[in-house]
């Protein structure tokens, strides 16, 4: 920005001396000269007038003095109220001028040179002030807080010190939480490499004990400062401030730059203190404001930068659960105590573990930890000092004392862990088994049972993802009339999932954790709508013979009286033939829910659909619950069948319930027939219909719907 225009003073004096004949204005910053007289030469003068002025400030007085023979010249000059010279101005006239009137003008001109100067001069410092501040203001917005992944952290702090540099122009910036083993620093070009550990060590030590003293800011521009300050001394200059978390310093950020640079300002204290609370948002996010521990996001990330370290190096890691036993009692007496007992229980597990491994927070009273390198004899023996320490914990509140344990599980993360959902799944059911088994014990993620049951939970995400992705295939498997084994015209709809890849996934995999975790209403309704639509779109209504199409249903479903009004409205809404529906479920189920599978199955039998019985013969009263269940058709168990021809047991157990399914009215379809000769023992028995292998496998019910629809087409040709 310019301060003063001279061109226009110039032209103002021609304006109101008409007897000027010649102007030169010199200022700090350039010159402006003009001459409308020829050969008129002034400037060598004015510029020797000039540096008398700026060499003695005390005779800065106007004055005139003849030029030539002709021509007189007047000078003077414009200082600000600082008396610091502005111009200087030389006027040059004819030698008769009135030299009063020449006088009376440069002091109403210098008036005006002075106000704008003035003028300018303000606004460039609040040009370079909103400079600065739009600077401080980029500083901010350009350190992002907010994160959306623990992985962010590291870059996040990383950028907020790599700024402090680049906007602050300082040797070096710095982060340190020592607590939670954060060290991020970053250096201009300027500071020799060799010098920055001994910088970041002075930093960890007197400067960073003197902010837990003082807890605020230090700026130290000299050696004096520093001294008064009680921090140690190294040449440059310090700015740092504090970062609190959970109100106690937890760490610093500190600039540090060299003598020459300019002295650190309130402003910048300022602005520093600001990316502190940035920092501080940063790592509260991340770490539990309790016990400053990592919390469950934290505990994943390293998971899973140690699974696969797992698999590229074959270290073993042991996880373990920590979770203190009846914390609810101790929140009971005083959610304070409860508070207290978290943080002590927290340092009492940091103590018994090595600084490389990694403790978390998982939130009420439970802790997560992961050791590194360590084989699963020796995470138990970790666990066990981790459970005895909390046992031998003196915890007191209002001088009640009260006893305090932890339940702890322990499960192992190798190259052959698939994901760190299985890991987290399995020590949380350690843990759980080792409350259930009495509290106070650590147990190990090795029992056949429970690994069963993580398996199951597993599957549990896997299906809700298959359900919504629309990833479920069905399956149908004819069964046969006996008599006429080539005449098939009935058929179990089956169900198969497909997994992220397109493979097949078979349904003994998933089905049992689906029967577990009371996934079975959302498929059961998804099987329903998906096969009653395949079969209006194929024409299956329009066929001249009658079809049946046998839908399972599970046990949640016959009990849940919604589930009655959606099949009702499932087949008014496609147009599907009640007749041409058979519904199944288990005997086990039906006699769980007798009362409400009776009510289900008159409903269903009401409106045209036919009842069957699976799996029959496995429960211990299944003759007798048989006269209080009202199906269509007996399926029996398979166990019974599969080797019927061989096992005289087996064949009379067939032959009984076929007899009673005789005397109700009941057909009865074997299953499992693998074979021409359990056919041919079946037919002897006198039973309807075949399921099984040697009668037909299971195959996609749209290729079976293609091959009756051109059936139908021929016939009707």
Not at 161 to 180: F, M, S, T
Not at 282 to 303: F, P, S
Not at 705 to 710: A, N, P, R, S
Request: glycine share 6%.
């Amino acid at each position: 920005m310019t301060l003063l225009n001279g061109d226009k003073y110039i032209e103002l004096i021609y304006r109101l001396l008409p007897e000027c004949m010649g102007i030169c204005l010199i200022a700090p910053a350039g010159e402006w000269c003009d001459a409308r007289v020829t050969g008129l030469q002034i400037s060598d003068m004015l510029q020797r007038v000039d540096a008398r002025f700026a060499r003695d400030a005390r005779d800065r007085r106007n004055g005139v003095e003849a030029l030539d023979g002709a021509h007189t010249l007047h000078y003077g000059c414009v200082q600000d109220q600082t008396d610091t010279l502005i111009v200087t101005v030389g006027i040059a006239t004819a030698a008769q001028a009135d030299a009063a009137n020449v006088d009376a003008l440069m002091t109403f001109v210098g008036g005006f040179i002075r106000d704008e100067y003035r003028l300018n001069r303000d606004m460039l410092n609040i040009t370079d002030e909103l400079a600065t501040r739009y600077e401080e203001l980029n500083l901010v917005y350009d350190t992002e807080d907010e994160l959306s992944s623990f992985s962010e952290q590291d870059d996040v702090l990383q950028k907020l010190v790599e700024n402090c540099v680049d906007y602050l122009d300082v040797n070096l910036a710095a982060l340190l939480v020592p607590g939670k083993g954060i060290h991020k620093s970053h250096y201009s070009k300027a500071l020799a490499p060799q010098r920055i550990p001994l910088l970041l060590k002075e930093l960890s030590a007197s400067v960073f004990d003197a902010l837990r003293t003082s807890r605020q800011g230090i700026v130290a521009n000299n050696s004096d400062d520093a001294n008064r300050l009680n921090v140690s001394v190294f040449p440059g200059k310090l700015l740092c401030t504090p970062i609190f978390v959970v109100n106690e310093v937890d760490g610093m950020l500190a600039v540090v730059t060299g003598v020459s640079h300019k002295d650190f300002t309130n402003s910048d204290r300022n602005i520093l203190e600001v990316l502190a609370r940035k920092a501080s948002k940063v790592i509260q996010t991340n770490y539990d404001a309790r016990t400053g521990l990592v919390k469950r996001v934290g505990l994943e990330y390293h998971l899973e930068n140690a699974l696969q370290s797992a698999r590229h190096t074959d270290c073993a890691f042991t996880v373990l659960q920590a979770d203190v036993d009846r914390l609810q009692l101790v929140n009971d007496l005083d959610h304070q105590a409860g508070d207290v007992l978290i943080q002590r229980v927290a340092r009492l597990i940091e103590k018994q573990v090595r600084a490389s491994d990694t403790v978390a927070s998982l939130g009420g009273g439970c802790f997560g930890v992961l050791l590194r390198d360590c084989s699963l004899t020796e995470g138990e023996r970790v666990g066990e000092k981790i459970r005895a320490a909390v046992e031998g914990l003196a915890f007191e509140w209002n001088n009640h004392p009260l006893d305090v344990s932890a339940s702890v599980g322990i499960a192992q993360l190798t190259s052959q862990t698939e994901s760190i959902d299985e890991v987290m799944t399995g020590i949380e059911m350690a843990t759980k088994e080792a409350k259930e088994k009495g509290r106070n014990r650590v147990h190990l993620f090795d029992d056949p049972e429970l690994v069963q049951r993580r398996d199951q939970i597993t599957w549990v995400s896997r299906i809700q993802d298959a359900l919504r992705e629309d990833r479920f295939e069905l399956y149908a498997q004819p069964i046969a009339p006996i008599d006429d084994a080539r005449e098939i015209r009935h058929w179990e709809i089956l169900l198969r999932m497909q997994d992220n890849q397109g493979q097949i996934v078979p349904p003994g995999l998933f089905l049992p954790s689906a029967e577990r975790y009371q996934l079975m209403p959302g498929i059961d309704r998804w099987v329903l709508r998906r096969t009653l639509e395949l079969l209006t779109d194929h024409g299956m209504n329009e066929l001249e013979f009658h079809a049946i199409w046998a839908i399972n249903l599970s046990g949640y479903s016959v009990s849940d009286g919604d589930f009655l009004r959606h099949v009702k409205e499932e087949i008014r809404r496609t147009g599907t033939k009640a007749s041409s529906l058979c519904f199944e479920v288990t005997e086990t189920s039906a006699v769980a829910n007798l009362a409400e599978a009776q009510r289900f199955i008159g409903a269903l039998q009401e409106l045209g659909c036919a009842f069957s019985l699976d799996d029959f013969g496995t429960g211990f009263s299944s003759l007798k619950y048989l006269r209080e269940l009202t199906v269509d058709y007996l399926k029996i168990d398979g166990s019974f069948v599969s080797n019927v021809h061989q096992d005289p047991v087996n064949s009379a157990m067939v032959k009984a319930i076929h007899q009673v399914g005789r005397v109700v009215g009941t057909k009865t379809v074997a299953e499992f027939v693998e074979n021409d000769e359990i056919l041919e023992h079946l037919r002897g028995i006198g039973i309807d219909y075949a399921q099984g292998y040697g009668i037909g496998r299971p195959g996609p019910l749209l290729d079976v719907l293609q091959v009756l629809g051109k059936r139908h087409s021929k016939r009707y040709a």
